[in-house]
């Protein structure tokens, strides 16, 4: 019979070393005495029910097989110590968590919302949309004022069914239709204004570890899946107001994750705004910050005292 496993970073089969950026964390925990593993979620040989603790880490593949993935944390947890929680993971998994954080005060990139089996949507529906995305009614002259947007699914991560369309002309209109009405077969579908800081300034994510600000990493506009720090990824010291905007982020939790990312971006007036809060699988990062792996290290164990 195996010996429990102190601690298991999880991955997916595509995957199956794990994402070279966690690993020197793992490797700390090993000097420190820890048995230590890396497993795809999806491997039925693995013992992670005898496991202590189990870190989610890349399970790139979730979104595509989410029933599945969510059935397993909820067994796992009721077993093992899991991080992020399963509470946390189970409402992070479907992107209409923005809905619940706008309500609790964060400024949230305006998202519309078309249902899962909706009925069709046509022209004077996307009119609507706009309408509503830019503050206005349909008829309104700053009806146009958004004119291009950003369709994804509300269960995905990286690029997963996310297109950006300009709604200017009748093709990009159509195009835009064309893949809202494709998605809205097996998804909730998410329509935001395109902010053009995405590609300027670019998208700012946030590390937190222990809910403590790590460091800061600017990714480039419509990032494609890769491990940490090949797709453009670069450092940058991030604002006094971009970091009391992650932590007012994690405050509207209903408890402190073992770690975060905070994906924020200026709009158009320079407000941020929040694209996402990554508590599942989110890249950290931690080998382009000095100490990071180490702090990543000491609040994993953190969570076995």
Same mark, same amino acid.
């Given at each position: 019979m195996k010996p429990a496993l102190d601690i298991v970073f999880v991955t997916y089969g595509d995957l199956k070393q794990g994402d070279p950026d966690d690993l020197d964390a793992l490797e700390i925990l090993r000097k420190r005495g820890y048995n230590c593993s890396v497993a795809d979620w999806r491997d039925s040989t693995f013992p992670f029910q005898s496991s202590r603790l189990v870190v989610l880490r890349s399970t790139w593949d979730y979104h595509l097989h989410h029933s599945e993935f969510m059935a397993w944390l909820k067994s796992?947890?009721?077993?093992s110590?899991?991080?992020n929680s399963w509470e946390l993971v189970q409402w992070n998994s479907d992107k209409r968590y923005l809905r619940d954080l706008s309500a609790r005060g964060i400024d949230c990139v305006p998202t519309y919302y078309i249902e899962e089996g909706a009925e069709q949507v046509t022209r004077s529906a996307l009119a609507?949309? !706009?309408a509503s995305l830019s503050g206005s009614s349909p008829a309104? +002259? #700053?009806a146009s004022s958004v004119s291009k947007v950003v369709v994804k699914p509300s269960?995905? !991560?990286s690029t997963f069914g996310v297109k950006k369309f300009d709604? +200017? #002309?009748?093709?990009?209109q159509d195009a835009a239709?064309?893949?809202?009405?494709q998605l809205a077969r097996d998804y909730c579908v998410m329509v935001q204004p395109f902010l053009a800081e995405v590609e300027n300034y670019g998208e700012r994510a946030l590390a937190f570890i222990d809910g403590e600000f790590s460091h800061a990493i600017r990714k480039t506009a419509f990032q494609h899946l890769a491990v940490a720090g090949e797709a453009g990824e670069a450092m940058v010291t991030a604002s006094a107001d971009e970091i009391a905007f992650g932590y007012k982020t994690l405050a509207a939790l209903s408890e402190k994750p073992l770690y975060a990312r905070v994906d924020i971006i200026p709009d158009a007036n320079g407000a941020l705004r929040l694209l996402e809060l990554e508590l599942i699988e989110p890249s950290l990062f931690l080998k382009l910050a000095e100490g990071a792996s180490a702090k990543m290290a000491d609040a994993v164990e953190a969570c076995l005292n």
């Open positions: 796992l947890a009721s077993h110590i899991l991080k609507e949309i !706009l309104s +002259s #700053t269960i995905g !991560l709604l +200017s #002309t009748a093709a990009g239709l064309e893949h809202i009405n």
